[in-house]
Protein backbone atom coordinates (compact mmCIF):
# COMPACT_ATOMS: atom_id res chain seq x y z
CA UNK A 1 0.00 0.00 0.00
CA UNK A 2 0.81 3.60 -1.25
CA UNK A 3 -0.24 6.86 0.52
CA UNK A 4 -0.56 9.85 -2.41
CA UNK A 5 -2.38 12.93 -3.05
CA UNK A 6 -5.30 12.30 -5.08
CA UNK A 7 -5.48 14.84 -8.21
CA UNK A 8 -8.31 16.18 -9.81
CA UNK A 9 -6.91 15.39 -13.57
CA UNK A 10 -6.96 11.43 -12.24
CA UNK A 11 -10.69 11.20 -13.17
CA UNK A 12 -10.74 7.23 -12.40
CA UNK A 13 -8.86 7.75 -8.76
CA UNK A 14 -11.42 10.49 -8.39
CA UNK A 15 -14.61 8.24 -9.23
CA UNK A 16 -12.83 4.77 -7.23
CA UNK A 17 -12.77 6.93 -4.62
CA UNK A 18 -16.46 8.41 -4.90
CA UNK A 19 -17.26 4.77 -4.57
CA UNK A 20 -15.29 4.12 -1.71
CA UNK A 21 -16.87 6.53 -0.18
CA UNK A 22 -20.24 5.36 -0.77
CA UNK A 23 -19.42 1.73 0.14
CA UNK A 24 -17.73 2.10 3.40
CA UNK A 25 -21.40 4.92 4.67
CA UNK A 26 -23.53 2.70 3.29
CA UNK A 27 -26.32 2.90 5.51
CA UNK A 28 -24.39 4.49 8.44
CA UNK A 29 -25.29 7.49 7.52
CA UNK A 30 -27.89 9.91 5.63
CA UNK A 31 -25.19 11.24 3.31
CA UNK A 32 -23.10 9.88 0.56
CA UNK A 33 -25.58 7.31 -0.42
CA UNK A 34 -25.38 7.79 -4.39
CA UNK A 35 -23.06 8.40 -6.55
CA UNK A 36 -23.67 12.05 -7.05
CA UNK A 37 -23.21 12.92 -3.78
CA UNK A 38 -20.12 11.20 -3.10
CA UNK A 39 -18.20 12.25 -6.71
CA UNK A 40 -19.58 16.19 -4.99
CA UNK A 41 -17.71 15.31 -1.51
CA UNK A 42 -14.52 13.97 -3.34
CA UNK A 43 -14.78 16.94 -5.89
CA UNK A 44 -14.58 19.13 -2.67
CA UNK A 45 -11.82 17.91 -1.21
CA UNK A 46 -9.70 18.94 -4.02
CA UNK A 47 -10.15 22.52 -3.78
CA UNK A 48 -7.40 25.07 -2.90
CA UNK A 49 -5.72 24.65 0.69
CA UNK A 50 -7.27 21.18 1.13
CA UNK A 51 -5.74 17.96 1.82
CA UNK A 52 -7.34 15.19 0.08
CA UNK A 53 -5.00 11.76 -0.15
CA UNK A 54 -5.78 8.00 -0.94
CA UNK A 55 -3.77 4.68 0.22
CA UNK A 56 -3.95 2.60 -2.99
CA UNK A 57 -3.82 -0.88 -3.07
CA UNK A 58 -1.41 -3.11 -4.33
CA UNK A 59 -3.00 -3.25 -7.87
CA UNK A 60 -3.35 0.50 -8.00
CA UNK A 61 -7.07 1.01 -7.00
CA UNK A 62 -8.47 2.96 -4.59
CA UNK A 63 -8.49 1.24 -0.85
CA UNK A 64 -9.22 4.50 0.91
CA UNK A 65 -9.39 8.28 1.33
CA UNK A 66 -8.64 10.35 3.72
CA UNK A 67 -9.40 14.51 3.46
CA UNK A 68 -8.59 17.65 5.30
CA UNK A 69 -9.84 20.99 5.85
CA UNK A 70 -8.10 23.84 7.55
CA UNK A 71 -10.66 25.05 10.36
CA UNK A 72 -8.63 27.85 12.66
CA UNK A 73 -5.29 28.40 12.35
CA UNK A 74 -3.65 25.80 14.52
CA UNK A 75 -6.13 23.04 14.07
CA UNK A 76 -7.25 21.41 11.29
CA UNK A 77 -10.31 18.66 10.56
CA UNK A 78 -10.27 15.52 9.46
CA UNK A 79 -12.95 15.10 7.09
CA UNK A 80 -13.79 12.64 5.64
CA UNK A 81 -12.03 8.90 6.22
CA UNK A 82 -13.62 6.07 4.41
CA UNK A 83 -11.63 2.52 3.67
CA UNK A 84 -13.43 -0.41 1.15
CA UNK A 85 -15.29 -2.34 3.57
CA UNK A 86 -13.28 -5.33 2.42
CA UNK A 87 -10.59 -4.20 3.41
CA UNK A 88 -11.34 -2.52 7.01
CA UNK A 89 -9.00 -4.19 9.88
CA UNK A 90 -6.10 -4.31 8.05
CA UNK A 91 -4.16 -0.83 9.26
CA UNK A 92 -5.44 1.26 5.96
CA UNK A 93 -7.53 3.59 8.40
CA UNK A 94 -4.45 3.78 10.61
CA UNK A 95 -2.05 4.52 7.92
CA UNK A 96 -3.86 7.15 6.49
CA UNK A 97 -4.59 9.04 9.68
CA UNK A 98 -1.05 9.25 10.47
CA UNK A 99 -0.43 10.57 6.80
CA UNK A 100 -2.54 13.57 7.50
CA UNK A 101 -1.25 14.36 10.77
CA UNK A 102 2.11 14.50 9.57
CA UNK A 103 0.92 16.87 6.71
CA UNK A 104 -1.04 19.26 9.12
CA UNK A 105 1.65 18.85 10.93
CA UNK A 106 4.16 20.03 8.55
CA UNK A 107 1.85 22.68 7.84
CA UNK A 108 1.49 24.50 11.26
CA UNK A 109 -1.27 22.34 12.92
CA UNK A 110 -1.20 21.48 16.70
CA UNK A 111 -4.55 20.04 16.55
CA UNK A 112 -6.91 17.39 14.48
CA UNK A 113 -10.33 17.10 15.20
CA UNK A 114 -13.54 15.31 13.50
CA UNK A 115 -17.03 14.88 14.57
CA UNK A 116 -18.39 11.37 14.25
CA UNK A 117 -21.92 11.30 13.61
CA UNK A 118 -24.20 8.73 15.61
CA UNK A 119 -27.30 8.62 13.42
CA UNK A 120 -27.83 4.60 13.55
CA UNK A 121 -28.03 4.10 17.45
CA UNK A 122 -24.30 2.70 17.45
CA UNK A 123 -23.30 4.16 20.81
CA UNK A 124 -25.09 4.97 23.87
CA UNK A 125 -25.07 8.89 22.98
CA UNK A 126 -27.71 8.11 20.64
CA UNK A 127 -31.53 8.12 20.89
CA UNK A 128 -31.35 10.05 24.69
CA UNK A 129 -31.49 13.49 25.40
CA UNK A 130 -28.33 14.86 25.99
CA UNK A 131 -29.11 18.58 27.54
CA UNK A 132 -29.00 19.81 29.73
CA UNK A 133 -25.58 17.83 30.63
CA UNK A 134 -23.92 16.05 28.21
CA UNK A 135 -20.43 15.34 30.09
CA UNK A 136 -21.99 12.29 32.37
CA UNK A 137 -23.19 10.30 28.82
CA UNK A 138 -20.41 10.85 27.52
CA UNK A 139 -18.09 9.47 30.64
CA UNK A 140 -20.62 6.59 30.36
CA UNK A 141 -20.28 6.06 26.25
CA UNK A 142 -20.11 2.46 25.01
CA UNK A 143 -20.36 1.05 21.58
CA UNK A 144 -23.26 -0.97 20.58
CA UNK A 145 -21.86 -1.53 17.04
CA UNK A 146 -19.27 -0.58 15.14
CA UNK A 147 -19.13 3.03 15.47
CA UNK A 148 -16.14 4.24 14.81
CA UNK A 149 -15.46 6.66 17.53
CA UNK A 150 -13.74 3.12 19.11
CA UNK A 151 -11.45 3.36 16.10
CA UNK A 152 -10.34 7.30 16.72
CA UNK A 153 -9.61 6.45 20.40
CA UNK A 154 -6.95 3.83 19.32
CA UNK A 155 -5.55 6.39 16.93
CA UNK A 156 -4.98 8.54 20.61
CA UNK A 157 -8.04 11.16 19.87
CA UNK A 158 -10.21 12.31 22.73
CA UNK A 159 -13.75 12.50 23.24
CA UNK A 160 -13.28 16.77 23.02
CA UNK A 161 -17.48 16.98 23.26
CA UNK A 162 -20.64 16.27 21.30
CA UNK A 163 -23.28 18.36 19.47
CA UNK A 164 -26.84 16.91 19.93
CA UNK A 165 -29.24 16.25 17.85
CA UNK A 166 -26.96 17.23 15.65
CA UNK A 167 -28.57 14.71 12.66
CA UNK A 168 -32.04 14.95 14.09
CA UNK A 169 -33.77 14.42 17.76
CA UNK A 170 -31.28 11.72 19.70
CA UNK A 171 -28.85 11.69 16.62
CA UNK A 172 -25.14 13.07 17.65
CA UNK A 173 -22.33 14.24 16.56
CA UNK A 174 -19.72 13.21 18.63
CA UNK A 175 -16.62 15.61 18.43
CA UNK A 176 -12.88 14.79 18.75
CA UNK A 177 -9.76 16.21 18.51
CA UNK A 178 -5.88 14.98 18.94
CA UNK A 179 -2.30 17.11 19.91
CA UNK A 180 -0.42 16.31 16.24
CA UNK A 181 2.49 18.77 17.63
Do not use: C
Not at 31 to 39: F, G, I, K, P, R
Not at 98 to 116: I, W
Request: charge should be negative; proline fraction near 6%.
Amino acid sequence: MRIVDLRAEDEERVHQTADVLRAAFRGRTSAWQDAESTLAEVRESLEPGRISRVALAGDGSVAGWIGGIEGYSHAWELHPLAVRPDLQGHGIGAALVADLEALVRARGALTLYLGADDEIGETTLSGVDLYPNPWPHIAAIENHGRHPYTFYLKQGFTITGVIPDANGPGKPDILMAKRVS
